[in-house]
């Protein structure tokens, strides 16, 4: 018996289809491979809120479990891609990835009180780069608004 080609590629392409909607029928969206991303309630909004978090987090005493030193673990962690959001140059960019791997670095070596010294020791340096963001905020929403108003 020969097969019509047009026949066969219309049952693949029914087998196919098939196939990929019964992933959308699990009940659970873990089940199916579409778990949606969810965002740490910890995680800061941007780049300044990280570095209020890190000068709270780091000015009282050592973090008091694993969860708090997680917390203050994922930030420094965040704090690149926060910092990508802004409009800062390449270079500030550069040193905020280069303080954050330190503080990782020292975050995998489980020696709170180092990490939060080290934190410390920086944070004037962090908090004038936040600083930054915000006057490069403020001058490109002048920018733009004064684009609009044209």
């Known amino acids: ?20 909607s019964v992933g959308c029928l699990a009940d659970n ?11 740490p309630e910890h995680k800061p909004a941007d780049y300044v809120s990280a570095v209020e978090q890190l000068e709270i987090r780091t000015s009282n005493s050592l ?3 694993s969860e708090q030193r997680q917390q203050l673990t994922d930030i420094v962690g965040w704090l690149p891609e926060l910092a990508a959001q802004t409009d800062l140059p390449k270079a500030d960019w550069d040193r905020i ?8 670095a020292l ?33 490109n929403t002048y920018d733009q608004k004064e684009l609009t108003d044209e």
């Open 107 to 139: 975050a995998k070596q489980q020696d709170a009180k180092l990490l939060i010294q080290e934190i410390q020791a920086d944070l004037d340096e962090l908090k004038q780069l936040a600083e930054k963001t915000i006057e490069l905020d403020a001058f």
């Open 97 to 104: 990835q280069e303080l954050s791997e330190k503080y990782q």
């Open 29 to 39: 969206p873990e089940e199916s491979g579409h778990a949606e991303h969810v965002i």
């Open 63 to 65: 973090p008091e479990n």
């Open 1 to 20: 018996m020969k097969m019509n080609p047009t026949g066969f590629l219309t049952r693949v392409a029914i087998i196919v289809m098939l196939s990929t």
